[in-house]
């Protein structure tokens, strides 16, 4: 069975840094698109950032010159630097990812359980 893990998630103060990871396990053929959302309370799920399979990334506009997306292929894990944390980015953040399956050979959609990042005001 295929599926996401996430780790980092904590508490931090802010202007704090914190880093996310994400990996795939099972039995993957391909990974295409990784990417991380986030969803505070009461808010919608929104998109953080997501990068190809061939290092290309985008970034929400509230998150661009503090956060980094980067992807280790060799080990099937996506990560998330965030650095000058603030207030607003407190939220749950998912990883996604768009993984092709052995023996299956379809695509999913995956989802991770989601990790809890906190930046107390």
């Known amino acids: 069975q295929v599926q996401l893990v996430e780790s980092g998630g904590d508490l931090v103060q802010p202007g704090g840094s914190l880093r996310l990871s994400c990996a795939a396990s099972?039995?993957?053929?391909?990974?295409?698109?990784m990417g991380w959302y986030r969803q505070a309370p009461g808010e919608d799920r929104e998109l953080v950032a997501t990068?190809?399979?061939?290092?290309?990334?985008k970034y929400a506009e509230s998150v661009k010159g503090r956060f980094s997306i980067s992807r280790d292929n060799a080990k099937n894990t996506v990560y998330l630097q965030m650095n000058s944390l603030k207030p607003e980015d407190t939220a749950v953040y998912y990883c996604?990812?768009?993984?092709?399956?052995?023996?299956?050979?379809?695509?999913?959609?995956?989802w991770g359980q989601g990790t809890l990042v906190t930046v107390p005001s």
């Open positions: 099972g039995s993957i053929f391909s990974i295409s698109a």
């Open positions: 990068i190809t399979s061939g290092g290309s990334t």
């Open positions: 996604n990812a768009g993984v092709v399956p052995i023996p299956s050979y379809s695509y999913l959609e995956l």
